[in-house]
């Protein structure tokens, strides 16, 4: 990875790696099964500054690149995926559209809170009827004397009930289509106050009052991302000034389309520390593990197998940190994103199952994380777009580089 680090990178990298080592590897099991959010563990990389990673400093982040924002999310999740979501949600999807849309005043109000991790931050995008079809949204925003009115639901969103700082889609002018699909800025009160108060991070006074009717549903029980917090996010009568309008009307589906483009590559960094955090795991076990007197690690069929891991998550590393480079760069990137979430997420999946495999009956356990990296694993080919999304974006960018003579 040379063309994309530098040293400063390898020292932030080996920063998170510790911690992801020393702090995270002995609750991670504890905390998936009993699918609790990691509150000490937040409060800690809140305090390192990891919920701003790549937020410039004005703003109280810490002014990193995006690389290094990516590096976390691969660090984060060689170790446990939850963790890694936590962050990743938080930063592309709840502070960048503010960042990068939002006023002066929109940014200086919440983009410090959430750079500190002081509150979590989270985006508001798929509805019951909306998931791939996003112009589907069904959730509206009627302007009144003032505010705006929404009405609508919001379904699996991470950070629903533990964050305090949203960013929703609702539909201003359903004649316009996806011109007419508006984004706004909603608070509401963490659902975990005495975690929050005990830790001292995850609420902010300074934001109330909450906007009245934003709620919690209940948290889904979920296959992986279990100490991820994931909920619907319910929006009944709320009264939202025009000045928390994010961006103009009608821009909504336009920008919420660029926020999902920087999301995914951060999906492909998890998918990518997953993968590593697979195959860190059966390298070690295959070189312990003895079958007809020696080492598995002997056996050609073994090591052919760790030989095309190894390949996969490098490949898949070139994509996710070119996209990111590229991002960095002020470049296009749309395609290559999809091209490194597509790509590093199918080869998680097959890395982890694979790596099951190779623990045979002791990677079914709970004994050894590759069971979890492989539940992990599963989400991150359908969230931020489905994996099928991904290859019509793909396409699509082959056939408009066609007609333009490319």
């Known amino acids: 990875m040379e063309p994309y680090l530098t040293d400063a990178h390898r020292a932030f990298r080996a920063e998170i790696r510790d911690f992801a080592e020393t702090r995270i590897a002995p609750v991670a099991r504890e905390l998936d099964e009993e699918a609790r959010f990691p509150w000490d563990n937040v409060r800690e990389m809140a305090d390192r500054g990891w919920f701003g990673i790549d937020v410039p400093e004005e703003y109280g982040g810490l002014g990193r690149d995006h690389p290094s924002y990516v590096i976390a999310i691969e660090e984060l999740a060689r170790i446990d995926a939850s963790h890694a979501i936590t962050v990743s949600a938080h930063t592309t999807l709840g502070a960048s559209p503010i960042i990068q849309f939002g006023t002066a005043e929109q940014r200086q109000r919440y983009v410090p809170l959430l750079a500190a991790g002081k509150v979590l931050g989270g985006f508001g995008l798929t509805e019951p009827a909306a998931g791939s079809d996003a112009a589907a949204t069904q959730t509206t925003a009627i302007r009144e004397n003032g505010h705006y009115r929404l009405n609508g639901n919001k379904i699996f969103i991470t950070h629903a009930g533990v964050g305090e700082v949203f960013v929703v889609t609702a539909v201003t002018d359903r004649a316009r289509g996806t011109g007419g699909i508006t984004s706004f800025i909603v608070t509401k009160e963490t659902t975990d106050r005495a975690e929050a108060d005990r830790v001292g991070v995850g609420h902010a006074p300074e934001l109330e009052p909450f906007m009245q009717g934003v709620r919690a549903g209940n948290k889904e029980d979920k296959m992986g991302w279990r100490a991820s917090d994931t909920r619907e996010l319910i929006l009944e009568d ?12 009608g821009r909504g589906f336009s920008n919420f389309m660029k926020t999902l483009d920087a999301g995914r590559i951060g999906v492909g960094a998890l998918s990518l520390g997953l993968a590593q955090g697979a195959l860190d795991t059966a390298s070690a076990f295959v070189q312990r593990r003895e079958q007809f007197g020696r080492p598995l690690s002997r056996f050609q069929g073994i090591q ?27 470049r296009p ?4 994103a999809a091209m490194a979430k597509l790509y590093a997420s199918d080869a998680a999946m097959e890395i982890t199952t694979r790596g099951v495999q190779l623990l045979g009956g002791y990677g079914y356990t709970t004994d050894y994380p590759v069971e979890r990296h492989m539940r992990d694993a599963k989400i991150c080919q359908i969230g931020e777009g489905t994996n099928e999304i991904q290859r019509m974006v793909i396409a699509r960018n082959l056939f408009d580089q066609a007609l333009d003579g490319r």
Request: aromatic share 10%; proline share 2%; net charge negative.
């Open 238 to 249: 709320v009264e939202v000034p025009v000045e928390n309008r994010l961006g103009d009307e």
């Open 333 to 336: 990137f749309r395609t290559e």
């Open 304 to 330: 052919f197998q760790l030989a095309d891991m190894a390949t996969r998550i490098q490949a898949a590393r070139h994509l996710v940190y070119h996209a990111a480079w590229l991002k960095q760069a002020g």
